[in-house]
């Protein structure tokens, strides 16, 4: 007898966008803490306290659902991006304030979004080619590329400094997080210490300033 594939709680016909949600959130969870090759969507069902079935139900394979939790993640990418955009421009505030924003806004993000950075890692490391076919991707880093430059006055012919300096920002962020274990407790420091994010922040903002001021990057306006 063929096993069927319809769900079979209660809760998942009444509700589907809720179990269809903590299907998602189940599984980027599990994508990440074990990988794409070693998460079954059996396991998925049972962390997301659906049945076994429910998984391949709403997304049919265990790849689509791993394309669906990327998807996801970006998505909440592109809406932070677009907040911290009208916030830094409706503010009126100097550049340096705004980019020590930008660099708080997104230390804040990735630190409540461990998950994300390691599916990323886990992506950029292995065989597999599902972030470039993920057209969302490209867009998120093209609106962000954009933002940067709105919201810090850069001219558009700036655009290589631009990309590195989100490229800075992604790398001096995402490193702690990753790292947290292993490099960062040979050289003496803790994550977990209670002023180590609000340190890391400072850190990077000066580091930024920094090379922005080197190279001129700013308007006259900008202090010195």
Sequence with gaps: MLRSTKPKTRD????????RTIILEAAERLFAEQGFEETTLAQVGKAAGVSRATP??????KAALHRAVLERCFEDVRRAVREG???ALASGESPE????????????FVAARPNFVRLIEREAL???KVLEDLPLRSAVSLEALTAFQQELGLDSSESGEAAHLLLSL???????????????KTVGLDPQAHDFADQRKRHITALLLGALRQRSAFPDGFSQ
């Design 12 to 19: 998942s016909i009444r509700n589907p966008a809720r179990t």
């Design 56 to 61: 391949g139900y709403f997304f049919g394979s």
């Design 85 to 87: 955009r009208e916030r």
């Design 97 to 108: 304030v705004i980019l020590a924003g930008a660099v708080a806004d997104y230390a804040d």
């Design 126 to 128: 292995s065989d597999r």
């Design 170 to 184: 992604v790398a001096l962020t995402w490193f702690p997080l990753v790292h947290g274990g292993t490099f960062l």
